[in-house]
């Protein structure tokens, strides 16, 4: 349609020196960048249209007005220019920028950069730009009312005006407004002529107390903006270059706020770091009061630091714990005993994805002990609410929910449990959602049940008097999640339930068909890492396939694995190294050759501890229809797999995976892929329940989580759906 259009608007411009129907001859000096014009806007309407749902917007105006911009008044311009009294190079100068500037709308849209749908205020500022030049005025005055991306384009296409350089200060200090953690890179890169500017940096000071972690980065490099960073005057970002002169200078940079608030000096800090101890006890007090704080609306820096530096420390005393899970507990919890309640407590809530069941008891357990006076509201009281929802979730998880709430007044435990489900819809993220979606999936208590559910019904009619859709979608999704609590439905009608009402593929079960390429071939990617666990996880999966059933096949990198019987499976599995350079160069090898052949897994298996799971994650297709995370299944690795593919169905665990479950429920999916047949979930799991109870494994079992009871999963997928359903009807009100 597009290529019509542009035939119809523009191409009878181009004559061989003739005058067409319109009576502009073109000379055949300038008919060169006609045709580079005219390829531009193919190229830039080929970016719009593949960037739009064409389906939602057929008949949308502003994708009528998108490309009448594109077409129509590009051409418009052509032949203004080419009626112009200007010389030749004047011509072929306001030319070629139509040309240029229609290129990089096509590549920033491509690149997800810029809104397609900003095509009539590009060519319509473009325009005036043009008019101001030719008057001999600045471009600078053209950029009011008007996205920085769409005027970083267009003052491209005048590089020789005398206003450039102020208009594009002018947008270097909107993009550091609206995006200052890109602005460090941008300096290295499309700014990098603003690096000696004075007001530069007051940016950079700007940027140093929402991204401190960035400007270390940086003042730590030898590069320009390095430079930059070492000579700005201001006194935050001093003590950030100071600290990066000290040896201890990852483990300092948390303490930047009492740094700069003089509540501790950097000598001080030094002599602490050393005892891991009383460092760790340090960090949880310093993230406690930094907390106090930002509830009090003091401005605190680098608060998201201190808590990621203590969830490091917490899960080094975890991996100690749990690697010493067959000695007696006085061995075990050795490193942990002479904590505090709180310090316990950050403990337990960083580590959601690495605990074991016997650790996470432990832990608790001496936790509930040490409490003065022993309630559960007074300890949550000394950390100010932190992360209460994922604590409430995990003693759910682990059947110590009714333990935790009986220890307070009744009344108290009442009034915690209703802040436990209220406020979901006041968060950037929808990690509180779905830790209070995974919490309803362990409760067991009909009486907490009912009491949440109702809590639920109150806070969605509370959205609605609010007229807030977020929290309307937040509290009805979870409403209609929990309802098979009430009606006590059974695992597959409820998930068919719920596929039904929030338009979502089948939960319940992977149609074979879903897995197999369009040769019948099912593709499979298996990941292992070069740590001690990761080569003893290896090993046993490559039992499985050493008989004559399976032909395998070794690279440098990774193994080839082909069912040589049933249905066509082609499993890749890469290697395990010690040295990480070496495992991220098998990485980056088998997904070349993978893009190279054009290979489209949807099975996906993640063999390692949770601080690799990124690394897996960031291998994931599209194509992804059963992944295998492990004791990974927390909200940000489950918001990961679904924003790549939507449709992936995850298995993961309450606590680290074992090879003694993940082995016979790998077999036990193979098996049904090898028959060719669907993988039903409910069945499926049962039948590897009545194996695991004859095993010493099916407590560790029971705590991994299939796809159609995955709720965190289930929760994600359906509030994108139900939030797209909103956006294509904005006055519908999903009822609870």
Request: charged share 20%; with cysteine; aromatic share 12%.
């Amino acid at each position: 349609m597009y290529c019509l259009l542009i035939w119809m608007f523009g191409w009878n411009l181009l004559g061989a020196g003739k005058p067409d129907t319109i009576g502009i001859s073109v000379p055949i000096s300038r008919q060169l960048i006609h045709e580079q014009i005219n390829h531009a806007q193919a190229e830039a309407l080929h970016a719009l249209y593949s960037t739009l749902d064409t389906s939602a917007i057929k008949h949308d105006a502003r994708e009528a007005k998108a490309r009448e911009a594109l077409t129509r008044q590009i051409n418009d311009m052509q032949l203004f220019v080419e009626s112009s009294a200007y010389e030749h190079r004047i011509k072929y100068y306001y030319l070629y920028a139509i040309y240029h500037v229609l290129s990089l709308y096509a590549y920033q849209v491509q690149h997800g950069e810029l809104d397609a749908l900003l095509a009539p205020v590009l060519v319509h500022q473009f325009n005036e730009m043009m008019q101001a030049d030719m008057q001999g005025k600045s471009i600078a005055g053209c950029l009011d009312d008007v996205p920085y991306q769409v005027g970083f384009i267009n003052i491209e296409g005048f590089p020789n005006n005398f206003g450039y350089r102020v208009a594009k200060t002018v947008l270097f200090r909107e993009f550091a407004a609206a995006h200052p953690e890109q602005v460090l890179s941008a300096l290295q890169g499309a700014y990098a002529e603003f690096l000696n500017e004075p007001f530069t940096d007051t940016i950079i000071a700007k940027i140093a107390r929402l991204y401190p972690q960035r400007v270390y980065d940086y003042a730590t490099s030898y590069t320009a903006v390095g430079n930059a960073i070492r000579r700005n005057p201001d006194s935050l970002v001093q003590t950030i270059v100071r600290i990066g002169r000290t040896p201890y200078a990852i483990q300092i940079l948390p303490f930047l706020d009492g740094l700069l608030n003089k509540q501790y000096t950097i000598a001080q800090l030094e002599k602490i770091i050393p005892d891991e101890d009383a460092y760790y006890r340090l960090c949880v007090q310093t993230v406690i009061d930094m907390r106090r704080k930002w509830l009090n609306d003091t401005p605190v820096l680098n608060l998201k630091g201190m808590e990621q530096n203590v969830k490091r420390l917490a899960l080094h005393y975890i991996r100690t714990v749990n690697d010493l899970h067959d000695t007696l507990d006085a061995v075990r919890f050795a490193s942990v005993d002479a904590f505090t309640p709180q310090e316990i407590y950050y403990l337990i809530i960083n580590g959601e994805e690495e605990l074991y069941t016997s650790s996470y008891v432990g832990l608790f357990k001496r936790m509930m002990q040490r409490m003065q006076p022993q309630r559960g509201d007074v300890l949550l009281m000394s950390v100010y609410f932190d992360r209460f929802k994922k604590f409430i979730t995990m003693a759910a998880a682990y059947n110590t929910l009714n333990d935790f709430l009986k220890s307070m007044p009744e009344a108290n435990a009442t009034a915690l449990m209703q802040q436990f489900v209220s406020g979901l819809e006041k968060t950037e993220t929808l990690e509180d959602a779905v830790d209070v979606a995974d919490a309803f999936g362990s409760i067991k208590d009909q009486r907490l049940l009912d009491f949440l559910r109702s809590e639920v019904d109150k806070n969605f009619l509370a959205m609605q008097q609010r007229h807030d859709r977020r929290g309307q979608v937040i509290y009805a999704l979870l409403a209609s999640l929990f309802s098979s609590r009430v009606h006590d439905q059974e695992d597959s009608v409820w998930s068919q339930d719920i596929s039904r009402k929030f338009h979502l593929p089948p939960i319940d079960k992977v149609p074979f068909s879903s897995l197999a390429s369009d040769s019948g071939r099912v593709y499979e990617e298996v990941f292992f890492y070069g740590d001690k666990d990761g080569f003893q996880s290896f090993n046993s999966f490559m039992s499985s396939f050493r008989g004559n059933e399976w032909k395998v096949t070794k690279n440098t990198y990774w193994l080839t694995i082909e069912s040589q019987r049933g249905r066509p499976v082609t499993i890749f599995v890469k290697l395990p190294f010690a040295d990480p350079d070496q495992d991220e160069l098998a990485m980056s090898k088998l997904s070349a050759y993978l893009n190279a052949q054009q290979i489209h897994p949807t099975i996906y298996i993640h063999r390692g501890h949770s601080y690799h799971v990124n690394a897996t994650l960031a291998q994931l297709q599209s194509s992804a229809r059963i992944v295998i995370l492990g004791s990974c299944g927390g909200y940000n690795s489950l918001a990961s797999v679904l924003q790549v593919s939507p449709q992936a169905q995850i298995i993961s665990s309450k606590q680290t995976g074992t090879l003694f479950v993940n082995e016979p429920i790998i077999r036990t999916i193979e098996d049904q892929i090898l028959a060719g047949k669907d993988i039903v979930w409910e069945k499926l799991w049962n039948q590897l329940s009545v194996e695991f109870r004859k095993t010493p494994h099916y407590d560790q079992f029971e705590d991994y989580i299939p796809p159609h009871k995955n709720m965190g999963a289930i929760f994600i997928k359906a509030y994108h759906q139900l939030m797209q359903d909103h956006a294509d009807r904005p006055s519908a009100d999903e009822e609870p």
